[in-house]
């Protein structure tokens, strides 16, 4: 597929100036591990709730020599994958890859790559609500004080809620973390499966919220701890499934409906998967 | 100074006149008020007489045109409550006191299990035990009594008594020193406000509490308050101990308020 750079626009989409603000944020947000920074969120060309908020982190800090990796679900190949891959294709002509390992710029939605990333990375989640409280405080005024104060007994009603209720901490997915023990922050919609992967994290790890106007991010090798109880403390609850491809059973794995009727699983992660069955891991 | 003899709150030269009131009118004019340790003190007074603007510039909620409201905290060290930050505030609020609203649903959470709501301040305050917790709020479920079996129950579904039981254990659950009630027992049925008079009166003097009730009903006053204000156009008219100030009122305004109470 031949993608010709569209004329016109500005490198990246972003007018410069837009640009430069977001930095100013991010550098903000670097500064203060896990805390939301507001930002003047701009209209993109897609609606929220498709990436705005990552798209213009992206657009913010890619250059010339940045090598893009853009996945959806640990997939490369989705629709919100390709559309932003292309779209970055034809507003900057920067070199875009599948490869976990190729990639200096990988944009997310719902997952961090199974493979582990490398000083020099930067990872950009896409974040549909960046306030962690949400559910049990909807006042932003109050969070804004709540976080301030580092009030965060709150965040454990909801935990305690999920024990009480179905005797296990129902958080599937944006699972909340504490960051450099200090700020309580949302991981956006990863699996709890991911949180390990945030703590200490060589790469540089920077969040959008494009609805919601908020950026945060966590500095590379920053302590990123789940929150739970000291006598149910935070696991990852174990598949108990291989992957039919590769035969991965480590990897976080989607359940996947078959035409024959039949539930197959097969690694989120299309690269981890790809990379394992060129080794010759392939499932007998 | 010996213990006994030097109060936990000092009250002075209280006034408080909201910004769009007219002319000169004070919700609050020239309160004094000293409360010490293991009291319960009444304020009474109609509608409108300031009682609750009064409550709320001491609990720190709003903040007084005028005068001063100090605070002896746990270590002995007076603390000016609005000279505090906001966050110096908050903890206070959280740990060494309490506040009882009058709508129990503005000082519950209705979204989460009553057990949650008994456990939240303990968790504010850094519990991280799941079973500390539980256990903790079956206890006070039990003192406060309510069904230990309703413990994973939403407080919407508690009935108005229950829910302001619950809140209250919400409140003691931590030992606060001082406690503010606004209210507490009003829009409940006469037997349901007996059994939570009787509920609070207990607690408070097991637990040694330090209490400041707001009410317009004198029977509330007579049976938890060793001490009563009365309260008339945002002044303290009258103030001692209760039986007396109930008895042998002096001012005429308590006397008209004394007498139009309805004997059944």
Same mark, same amino acid.
């Given at each position: ?9 500005? =490198? ?25 920074? *507001? #930002? ?7 609606? %929220? ?23 959806? @679900? ?12 292309? =779209? =970055? ?38 974040? &549909?609500?960046?306030? *962690? ?41 944006? %699972? &909340? ?13 990863? &699996?709890? #499966? ?7 994290? $060589? ?16 500095? &590379? %090798?920053?302590?990123? @701890? ?11 609850? $174990? ?39 060129? @080794? ?5 | ?26 919700? !609050? ?10 009291? !319960? ?67 519950? +959470? ?6 949650? /709501? ?25 003192? !406060? ?25 919400? /409140? ?49 006053? +007579? ?42």
């Amino acid at each position: 597929m031949t993608t010709h750079i569209a004329e016109g626009y500005n =490198f990246a989409y972003l007018d410069e100036r837009t640009k430069k603000m977001i930095r100013r944020a991010l550098l903000k947000a670097v500064a203060i591990p896990g805390h939301q920074v *507001p #930002f003047g969120s701009r209209e993109m060309p897609l609606a %929220y709730g498709w990436g705005t908020g990552g798209i213009q982190v992206t657009a913010a800090v890619i250059g010339r020599d940045d090598v893009l990796k853009v996945i959806d @679900q640990g997939s490369d190949d989705t629709t919100n994958a390709v559309n932003i891959r292309q =779209f =970055f294709t034809r507003t900057t002509g920067v070199r875009t890859t599948t490869r976990t390992r190729e990639a200096t710029l990988i944009q997310t939605r719902h997952r961090i790559p199974e493979t582990p990333l490398v000083a020099g990375q930067v990872l950009v989640y896409q974040v &549909p609500q960046p306030e *962690p409280l949400y559910k049990l405080e909807p006042r932003r005024a109050e969070t804004t004080k709540l976080h301030g104060a580092g009030e965060y007994g709150l965040m454990n009603v909801k935990l305690y809620e999920d024990l009480a209720q179905w005797g296990r901490i129902d958080e599937s997915y944006e %699972y &909340p973390v504490k960051v450099d023990d200090r700020y309580v922050m949302s991981p956006s919609p990863i &699996p709890s #499966f991911d949180n390990p992967k945030m703590h200490r994290m $060589p790469a540089l790890q920077l969040f959008g919220a494009g609805r919601e106007k908020r950026l945060y991010a966590i500095p &590379p %090798y920053t302590d990123v @701890q789940s929150l739970d109880f000291e006598d149910h403390p935070f696991r990852i609850e $174990p598949h108990g499934h291989a992957c039919e491809r590769c035969g991965d059973t480590a990897s976080f794995l989607d359940e996947v409906a078959g035409t024959d009727g039949q539930v197959h699983w097969t690694c989120s992660d299309t690269d981890w998967c790809a990379d394992r069955v060129d @080794q010759g891991h392939a499932h007998g | 100074m010996d213990e006994a003899a030097e109060p936990l709150l000092r009250v002075r030269g209280l006034s408080h006149r909201f910004a769009a009131a007219r002319d000169e009118r004070y919700a !609050v004019q020239d309160a004094d008020l000293d409360l010490f340790a293991g009291e !319960v003190v009444a304020i009474v007074g109609e509608s409108g007489s300031g009682k609750s603007t009064l409550l709320n510039c001491i609990a720190g909620r709003i903040a007084p045109t005028h005068g001063e409201v100090h605070y002896r905290d746990a270590t002995g060290r007076w603390l000016d409550v609005h000279g505090l930050t906001e966050r110096q505030q908050r903890v206070l609020a959280r740990t060494e006191w309490g506040f009882v609203e009058q709508n129990a649903s503005d000082g519950l +959470r209705l979204d989460v299990s009553a057990g949650a /709501n008994i456990g939240e301040r303990l968790m504010g305050q850094g519990e991280r035990h799941y079973g500390r917790l539980r256990g903790t709020a079956e206890r006070w479920m039990a003192r !406060v009594e309510l069904d230990t079996g309703r413990i994973d129950d939403s407080p919407r579904a508690f009935s108005g008594g229950m829910r302001q039981r619950l809140q209250i254990a919400r /409140n003691l659950v931590t030992r606060p020193r001082l406690v503010l009630l606004d209210e507490p027992t009003s829009g409940l049925d006469v037997s349901v406000q007996a059994k939570l008079l009787d509920l609070i009166r207990m607690l408070t003097a097991r637990m040694h509490l330090c209490a400041l009730i707001v009410t317009h009903d004198l029977g509330v006053a +007579r049976l938890l308050a060793q001490r009563t204000l009365v309260m008339r156009h945002g002044r303290v008219v009258e103030q001692g101990l209760t039986d007396r100030v109930l008895d042998d009122p002096q001012h005429p305004y308590t006397q008209l308020l004394v007498s139009s109470v309805v004997m059944p």
